[in-house]
């Protein structure tokens, strides 16, 4: 089970940090990745983060988020920096076994999702 976090509502230029409370498998051992959705359009990811604590972004969000996790906690992060109207979407983590992907349909999405609105 995967339950989300942090979102809201901010004005271009503001922060928001968002968590991922994970449960119900290995979290240290998968890849853990943040999603995004603007209705009408297909998710993307935004950020992964590798059992090795490596994290890869598309390009749009490179020096304004940053992703990360604790592993005693079983908790996934994304901090969000410098917002712009376009990253206005809903916003999921995701959790895949095997190594990190960009792909959403190499990960299982279990969590609600959280919105995030930049105006």
């Known amino acids: 089970q995967l339950v989300e976090s942090g979102g809201g509502s901010v004005r271009g230029g503001g922060s928001l940090r968002l968590s991922c409370a994970a449960s119900?498998?290995?979290?240290?051992?998968?890849?853990m990745a943040w999603f995004r959705q603007i209705p009408g359009q297909k998710r993307e990811a935004v950020a992964t983060i590798d059992t090795d604590g490596m994290a890869t972004y598309r390009d749009s969000v490179k020096g304004r988020f940053t992703i990360s996790k604790d592993e005693d906690e079983n908790v996934l992060y994304l901090q969000m920096g410098m917002l712009r109207p376009e990253d206005t979407a809903m916003y999921y983590c995701a959790a895949r076994g095997g190594p990190c992907s960009w792909l959403g349909t190499d990960y299982a999405f279990r969590g609600q999702g959280t919105q995030v609105t930049v105006s």
């Open positions: 119900g498998f290995t979290f240290p051992r998968s890849c």
